[in-house]
């Protein structure tokens, strides 16, 4: 079946240094979705991405979909201690599981002050 | 506006017993899901309904069923309780299926 792996793990920052964390799916995507999970919470859709190459800003987070729509990522610039959670993506199987998001691990950021 | 609603919030039960988490949207939304999310692991689809009236399985179904049962609920239940099912459950609920954008808070749930 589908798998979406996620790296890191886990990443440890200094206050004000950026982060990037990488999702890459085995099979093509038709879109891919990311989320933020704050200790304790419950995940906050930040954004979905559709097309090919398609980078998409959120003040100091940035979005992007490869070009084979096979991978995506997250860059945090300049982080802050309100970034601390866990940062997934999912993506949708395909025929059949189509209506399935497959999410990935997941990437927990820490951010020290 | 709640958005989408679970109780309870934390439960502990007994292996053998039976329980039923409950969800509710206030959004209209066709698509509803319930996850289960594990230490270190992503969120796993156990069932989910494109709509009222129907239910799906998804990666993880042993164990649970599901009743959808108007357009804003959506219970999971547990006919008897093993360990293995110790998590947080999330129900979430959607416009459109696949595309899941909101959650509730979660169920944590111990099974002794």
């Known amino acids: 079946g589908q798998q979406v792996m996620q790296i890191p793990q886990y990443q440890h920052v200094q206050e004000g240094e950026d982060f990037t964390t990488y999702c890459n799916s085995s099979?093509?995507?038709?879109?891919i979705q990311w989320y933020k999970q704050r200790p304790g919470g419950h995940p906050v859709f930040l954004i979905q991405?559709?097309?090919?190459?398609e980078v998409k800003k959120q003040k100091r987070l940035t979005f992007q979909f490869g070009e084979a729509k096979k991978n995506s990522s997250l860059h945090i610039t300049a982080t802050q201690t309100t970034d601390v959670g866990t940062y997934f993506c999912?993506?949708?199987?395909?025929?059949?599981?189509?209506?399935?998001?497959?999410f990935g691990k997941g990437t927990k950021l820490s951010v020290i002050p | 506006n709640a958005g989408v609603t679970q109780t309870p919030k934390f439960q502990v039960l007994k292996t053998g017993q039976s329980m039923t988490l409950q969800c509710a949207q206030d959004?209209?939304?066709?698509?509803m899901y319930w996850y289960r999310q594990d230490p270190g692991m992503g969120l796993r689809l156990i069932y989910y309904?494109?709509?009222?009236?129907?239910?799906d399985k998804g990666e993880v179904p042993n164990g649970y069923n599901v009743s959808r049962l108007n357009k804003r609920e959506f219970s999971l239940r547990l006919e008897s309780a093993a360990p293995s099912q110790t998590s947080v459950y999330f129900c979430?609920?959607?416009?459109?299926?696949?595309?899941?954008?909101?959650f509730g808070d979660g169920t944590r749930l111990s099974i002794l």
């Open positions: 309904s494109a709509s009222e009236g129907t239910t």
């Open positions: 999912a993506g949708p199987g395909s025929g059949a599981g189509s209506y399935q998001l497959t």
């Open positions: 959004m209209n939304h066709n698509s």
């Open positions: 099979t093509t995507l038709s879109n």
């Open positions: 991405l559709v097309k090919s190459g």
């Open positions: 979430a609920s959607s416009e459109f299926l696949a595309t899941v954008r909101h």
